[in-house]
């Protein structure tokens, strides 16, 4: 009923920046929350920024002050810019939505996950 697509992932060198994006698609009614979560070989899967409507972003320590998340709410889309990369924060980036589909029923959704590499 709901898709989520992410796109931006790439190879980037320490210091340098990138821009995800995450496109809703499908029988939406309103999105609460979208968040970015990574998941780095031999790691569990980490929140690293949420942003749910009429409230302020939250960050993980690991992030803040170098990833801000945004949404453009007429697109169905949210965006994480990633400044400052370091080689820790290779991993593979999945984008999450809590989607209200009708009134009363509620989804949580993940997209495919786009790869994140720093390195030299």
């Known amino acids: 009923q709901v898709q989520l697509v992410e796109s931006g992932g790439d190879l980037v060198q320490p210091g340098g920046s990138l821009r995800l994006s995450c496109a809703a698609s499908?029988?939406?009614?309103?999105?609460?929350?979208m968040a970015w979560y990574r998941q780095a070989p031999g790691n569990q899967r980490e929140l690293i920024a949420s942003?749910?409507?009429?409230?302020?972003?939250n960050y993980a320590d690991s992030v803040k002050g170098r990833f801000t998340i945004s949404r453009d709410n007429g697109k169905n889309t949210a965006y994480l810019q990633m400044n400052g990369l370091k080689p820790e924060d290779t991993a593979v980036y999945y984008c999450?939505?809590?989607?209200?589909?009708?009134?009363?029923?509620?989804?949580?959704?993940w997209g495919q996950g786009t790869l994140v590499t720093v390195s030299s």
């Open positions: 942003l749910t409507s009429g409230s302020r972003p």
């Open positions: 999450n939505a809590g989607v209200w589909v009708e009134a009363l029923k509620y989804l949580e959704v």
């Open positions: 499908g029988s939406i009614f309103s999105i609460n929350t």
